[in-house]
């Protein structure tokens, strides 16, 4: 378990953030920190409202009420926006370009960070290409830190699973965050591609990455994680060191299924999880991945 950071420089900040889907409440006044330096976990049993925050800290959803600062900064509700401000993400589904090499996919990660323009790119002026080979040369530097500069060349489609969240992970980084966020990381992992996993996310905090992190698989958390957040039924329920977290009868009670006052019913429950289907894919009509 890594060692509880003192730092108290506030990277992320979400107050009192709020989503709803008609008459359902999928998240409800949900508050979190992240510091510089810390990994923090966000936990909690299906339908409990973990992908969703997410969204609402991306730009993916405008929360219903709430606000969310990087920085000091508050974010503006938009996914292209959010990553230029320093904040990026992965998603619990790879989202890669199956069609185009490793480095290419990498690549994509560095627009926000380009700053050359249409005319420049299309006259191939100096600028312009002195700006493609630093991003080349940072993709490149980005495959290595990842392990997989071997296979730059490779169709992304052909990387085994593991090397793919991988990739995800390296083209985030691409856009040069303070805040990385990772939705299921060692989903559909074995347990030798689930340790690497842990000690890239290692490397990325030693690198002054802030990370946070939902995952269903408790021993990695727990292992990874300086603090762990848990929602249940959309709603934060404890958040302490792991220690502390998973020692907690709450925590156990809701993870072996035994009901709250109020939970809501299996009906009710894929009725919030269409609504956010439905909205997802609206919002995310036309983005690139």
């Known amino acids: 378990m890594t060692t ?7 990277v992320l900040h979400a107050s009192g953030v709020t989503m709803r889907f008609g008459g359902l409440t ?21 339908g409990a409202g973990k992908t969703t925050f997410f969204n609402c800290l991306t ?7 709430g606000k969310v600062t990087y920085k000091g900064t508050i974010l503006p509700p938009k996914p292209h926006l959010v990553t230029q401000a320093g904040v990026a993400r992965t998603f619990q589904n790879i989202r890669l370009f199956p069609n185009m090499t490793v480095l290419e996919n990498v690549l ?5 960070r380009t700053k050359e323009g249409l005319w420049s790119a299309l006259l191939r002026l100096p600028g312009f290409k002195k700006a ?14 990842t392990g997989l500069a071997a296979k730059a060349d490779h169709l992304s489609r052909n990387l085994p699973y593991g090397e793919q969240r991988k990739l995800e992970i390296a083209r985030a980084l691409a856009s040069e965050p303070g805040l990385l966020l990772l939705d299921e990381p060692t989903a559909g992992m074995n347990p030798q591609e689930t340790r690497a996993a842990e000690e890239l996310i290692f490397a990325i905090r030693d690198q002054g ?6 995952e269903h698989d408790m ?13 249940v039924q959309g709603q934060k329920l404890i958040e ?10 709450r925590v156990i009670a809701a993870y072996l299924g035994t009901p709250f006052e109020g939970a809501p019913g299996d009906e009710e429950i894929a009725e919030v999880e269409a609504a956010e289907t439905a909205q997802s894919t609206t919002r995310t009509e036309g983005d690139t991945p």
């Not at 021993?219 to 929602?231: E, T």
């Open 240 to 249: 302490g060191t792991p220690d502390i977290v998973q020692a907690d009868e």
């Open 59 to 65: 730009g993916l959803y405008i929360p219903t009420e």
């Open 108 to 112: 994509v990660g560095r627009h926000t």
């Open 132 to 145: 493609e080979d630093a991003s080349r040369e940072r993709a490149m530097e980005l495959l290595e830190f």
């Open 4 to 10: 509880m950071t003192t730092t108290t420089d506030t």
């Open 26 to 46: 999928a998240v409800r006044n949900v508050d979190l920190t992240v510091n510089s330096g810390e990994i923090v976990g966000l936990i909690g049993p299906n």
């Open 209 to 214: 990455i802030a990370v946070l992190v939902i």
């Open 219 to 231: 021993r990695f958390i727990m292992n990874l994680c300086d603090r762990v957040s848990v929602l």
